[in-house]
């Protein structure tokens, strides 16, 4: 099984800039989680989706991130525009099973970095 | 609200044990353990679904107090693979919110 994979790993962009960060999460798995992790503020959940659909965006920063999925086996998470207090590692995860039950596979991350 | 994880970091020799422990102000439903090594992802290393189960996984085992809304992760004769950062998961309604991390270095 090819695992969670997201591209890009790194990022490197300047202020105000568009950034897309991509996610195919494993096959058959239902539920996909966008989190941030900086060294302050740890592993935070961004938004969850469910069967495609966004159950709950309430850790999304503010406006300027916004996330998608458009079908089973893709995600996006973008950033316009960017800044500099937005460098972190991204990472998607997905689980088998809702409410909590299955472990989480999650891809090797994307850093991101903004000047 | 975050779970709280103590301690933040631990240092251990080779062989030695340690305890490591989260705590939610929030009913807890479930509690997965995690371990990231520097760079890469976290990896699953088990799950507690009803209060006062146990369960282990080589020489790691965990324990779940539902009532006290607490968790904590037991690491048995350590070993120098055991280095990295331990995060406890926990769900609320129906998402994954992980605790504050505890670093634990294993040295030889």
């Known amino acids: 099984d090819a695992g969670v994979i997201q591209s890009p790993r790194h990022e490197v962009t300047e202020m105000g800039q568009e950034v897309t960060l991509r996610c195919k999460p494993i096959?058959?798995?239902?539920?996909l989680f966008w989190y941030r992790q900086t060294m302050m503020r740890g592993l935070e959940l961004l938004i969850y989706?469910?069967?495609?659909?966004?159950?709950?965006d309430s850790g999304m920063p503010e406006d300027r991130f916004s996330a998608k999925m458009p079908n089973a086996s893709f995600s996006t998470l973008k950033i316009q525009p960017s800044e500099p207090r937005d460098s972190a590692v991204y990472f998607c995860?997905?689980?088998?099973?809702?409410?909590?039950?299955?472990?989480?596979?999650f891809g090797e991350g994307s850093r991101l970095t903004v000047l | 609200q975050q779970p709280v994880q103590s301690p933040q970091a631990v240092i251990l020799r080779e062989g030695e044990d340690a305890v490591i422990n989260c705590s939610s102000s929030k009913a807890l439903y479930s509690v997965h353990w995690y371990r990231q090594k520097h760079g890469e992802a976290p990896v699953f290393l088990m799950i507690l679904l009803k209060g006062g189960e146990q369960k282990g996984h080589e020489k790691i085992s965990a324990s779940f107090n539902e009532k006290k809304q607490q968790s904590s992760l037991y690491l048995t004769a350590s070993q120098l693979s055991y280095s990295g950062t331990y995060f406890c998961?926990?769900?609320?309604?129906?998402?994954?919110?992980f605790g504050t991390g505890t670093r634990l270095k294993v040295l030889a």
């Open positions: 989706f469910n069967n495609n659909v966004p159950i709950d």
């Open positions: 995860a997905s689980s088998a099973g809702t409410g909590g039950t299955g472990e989480l596979f």
């Open positions: 998961g926990t769900r609320g309604t129906y998402k994954y919110i």
């Open positions: 096959s058959g798995h239902n539920s």
